[in-house]
C-alpha cells in the first residue's frame, strides 16, 4: 500500500498501526512533500518500511520497489 501524507491528520501514526497490526497490509510505503521528523521515526518504529520524498523522483521509487520485491 502506498499513503501520502498530508500533514492534517492528527491521528495518523494511530490509524497506521491499526491498519499495519490488521495483517490486511503486509508492506506499507508513505510519500510526503514536507515530513515531520518526529512522526517519521514514530511511523518507522510502528512498522513503516519505505519512505518517499515528494516530489517523487522516479529512481527512488524504482529502488523501493525492488527492495520490496
Known amino acids: 500500500m502506498i499513503l501520502e501524507l498530508d500533514g492534517g491528520d492528527l ?3 494511530e490509524k497506521i498501526e491499526a491498519l499495519l ?4 497490509t503486509k ?5 510526503a512533500e514536507n515530513p ?3 512522526l517519521l521515526m ?7 518500511k519505505e519512505f518517499l ?3 517523487l ?3 527512488e521509487f524504482k529502488a523501493a520497489i525492488y527492495r520490496f520485491k
Do not use: C
Request: net charge neutral.
Open 11 to 13: 491521528m495518523i501514526s
Open 21 to 24: 497490526s490488521s495483517k490486511r
Open 27 to 31: 508492506e506499507l510505503f508513505l510519500m
Open 36 to 38: 515531520d521528523a518526529n
Open 42 to 48: 514514530k511511523l518507522m518504529r510502528i512498522g513503516v
Open 53 to 55: 520524498p515528494l516530489p
Open 57 to 59: 523522483e522516479i529512481e
